[in-house]
């Protein structure tokens, strides 16, 4: 198989085409008390994945209307009684909030097997088939062993704190640092037990995830993000400081530090850390899906060798720009341009994202998955949680 072919990944998609399925979703979903949201959202995404093409063929999404309405139905029940105890018994809250972690993992695992299950490429439907056991053992397993950590090493720090406020600080400072190392650790794992489960028919996805690499991302994001606050926090008290009267301070008069001045500083200084927060997420979002992507190939037992291998190549800068200017589309248009703000997305990660590969000899089945019910699909996006390739 020729490796030097590079197949990239299009999507044709229109804003303007769009905005007409959008409108129509949202004034039916209002009609209807909500629900014709389910129809809404097979609408959405049968438009674009249907508008998403690799090697001339677009991507198909298979999900019934019904079968989201039912899973959208569990869910909103499972919130209700969610919110009902929260508000009235504490105890019970914190009981449901232990069943959900205990039903996490089935979650995901449920959640990645439907959206797989769900969409085709040339008549052949996608897989997921890592074990249930698996993800208990990375999820709830590692979620464990990051918790028992943090937990011992913070122990550590108030003991130490008896003794030595100094040292303590420091340790207190250094659990910076072992956060980052005990997160990257868990999402580590968490994307290789979901880039090794996928299939497409008898074509296998797999990526050799590296541990070492998401401690470095996630540390660099970490002193970066120190450096700049610090930088920032400097400013914001020098120029405070520059025109106060120390005089009246220490009598308790503060109002010199009240200028006009002060109020933009603090605007921007703000405005600052947001922008901050947003190119790190930048930065650790796109350098791991680049590296996920760098490391996955998709390949048979029959193939001697042969395979597909994918490429991304999103950059924090451009990624991060995506962010701000979908952010402001949307506030100065009030929401009207949500549809434009995703089909510029959906085309952002489109046109940075490839495989390499004849895509013409590509021979496939679709494997049976038995997957009917889109509960645990809607019970995921209810509770905001999801994993897998994207």
Same mark, same amino acid.
Do not use: C
């Given at each position: 198989?020729?490796?030097?072919?590079? !197949?990239?990944?299009?999507?044709?998609?229109?804003?303007?085409?769009?905005?007409?399925?959008?409108?129509? !979703?949202?004034?039916?979903?209002?009609?209807?008390?909500?629900?014709?949201?389910?129809?809404?959202?097979?609408?959405?995404?049968?438009?674009?994945?249907?508008?998403?093409?690799?090697?001339?063929?677009?991507?198909?999404?298979?999900?019934?209307?019904?079968?989201?309405?039912?899973?959208?139905?569990?869910? *909103?029940?499972?919130?209700?009684?969610?919110?009902?105890?929260?508000?009235?018994?504490?105890?019970?809250?914190?009981?449901? *909030?232990?069943?959900?972690?205990?039903?996490?993992?089935?979650?995901?695992?449920?959640?990645?097997?439907?959206?797989?299950?769900?969409?085709?490429?040339?008549?052949?439907?996608?897989?997921? !088939?890592?074990?249930?056991?698996?993800?208990?053992?990375?999820?709830?397993?590692?979620?464990?062993?990051?918790?028992?950590?943090?937990?011992?090493?913070?122990?550590?720090?108030?003991f130490v704190a008896q003794t030595s406020v100094i040292f303590a600080v420091l340790l207190g400072f250094g659990s910076l640092v072992l956060l980052a190392v005990i997160y990257a650790w868990v999402v580590s794992g968490l994307h290789k037990y979901f880039s090794n489960g996928f299939q497409f028919g008898e074509w296998k996805f797999s990526a050799e995830?590296?541990?070492?690499?998401?401690?470095?991302?996630?540390?660099?994001?970490?002193?970066?993000?120190?450096?700049?606050?610090?930088?920032?926090?400097?400013?914001?008290?020098?120029?405070?400081?520059?025109?106060?009267?120390?005089?009246?301070?220490?009598?308790?008069?503060?109002?010199?530090?009240?200028?006009?001045?002060?109020?933009?500083?603090?605007?921007?200084?703000?405005?600052?850390?947001?922008?901050?927060?947003?190119?790190?997420?930048?930065?650790?979002?796109?350098?791991?899906?680049?590296?996920?992507?760098?490391?996955?190939?998709?390949?048979?037992?029959?193939?001697?060798?042969?395979?597909?291998?994918?490429?991304?190549?999103?950059?924090?800068?451009?990624?991060?720009?995506?962010?701000?200017? !979908?952010?402001?589309?949307?506030?100065?248009?009030?929401?009207?341009?949500?549809?434009?703000?995703?089909?510029?997305?959906?085309?952002?990660?489109?046109?940075?994202?490839?495989?390499?590969?004849?895509?013409?000899?590509?021979?496939?089945?679709?494997?049976?998955?038995?997957?009917?019910?889109?509960?645990?699909?809607?019970?995921?996006?209810?509770?905001?949680?999801?994993?897998?390739?994207?």
């Amino acid at each position: 198989m020729d490796q030097h072919i590079t !197949n990239p990944v299009e999507f044709k998609g229109e804003g303007r085409e769009f905005f007409g399925i959008w409108i129509v !979703n949202i004034l039916l979903s209002i009609i209807t008390l909500g629900v014709y949201s389910a129809w809404a959202k097979v609408r959405t995404k049968r438009y674009f994945y249907g508008n998403t093409y690799l090697a001339g063929d677009s991507f198909e999404y298979h999900a019934q209307p019904m079968q989201i309405l039912k899973g959208r139905l569990v869910a *909103l029940v499972a919130l209700f009684v969610w919110g009902i105890a929260n508000s009235f018994s504490p105890n019970a809250s914190i009981v449901l *909030l232990i069943l959900f972690y205990l039903a996490l993992p089935w979650l995901l695992w449920s959640n990645a097997r439907f959206d797989a299950a769900m969409t085709s490429y040339r008549n052949v439907h996608f897989s997921f !088939n890592s074990s249930l056991k698996e993800a208990y053992k990375v999820i709830l397993g590692r979620g464990f062993g990051a918790f028992l950590a943090a937990s011992l090493y913070f122990a550590a720090v108030i003991f130490v704190a008896q003794t030595s406020v100094i040292f303590a600080v420091l340790l207190g400072f250094g659990s910076l640092v072992l956060l980052a190392v005990i997160y990257a650790w868990v999402v580590s794992g968490l994307h290789k037990y979901f880039s090794n489960g996928f299939q497409f028919g008898e074509w296998k996805f797999s990526a050799e995830i590296e541990t070492h690499f998401f401690i470095k991302t996630y540390l660099k994001a970490l002193a970066f993000a120190v450096g700049v606050s610090i930088v920032l926090t400097i400013g914001v008290f020098s120029t405070l400081f520059s025109g106060a009267d120390f005089e009246a301070i220490q009598a308790g008069d503060f109002s010199s530090l009240m200028g006009d001045s002060s109020y933009g500083v603090f605007f921007i200084s703000y405005f600052g850390f947001i922008v901050l927060t947003i190119a790190l997420t930048a930065y650790t979002t796109t350098r791991v899906r680049n590296y996920i992507f760098s490391k996955l190939v998709a390949k048979t037992q029959q193939s001697d060798g042969e395979h597909y291998q994918f490429n991304s190549s999103m950059t924090a800068r451009g990624y991060t720009w995506l962010v701000i200017s !979908n952010f402001l589309l949307q506030v100065f248009t009030l929401g009207i341009a949500r549809p434009w703000v995703m089909v510029r997305t959906t085309r952002y990660i489109a046109d940075h994202t490839s495989v390499f590969g004849d895509m013409s000899l590509l021979k496939a089945s679709s494997q049976s998955a038995n997957v009917k019910s889109a509960i645990s699909d809607e019970m995921a996006q209810a509770f905001d949680v999801g994993m897998g390739i994207g």
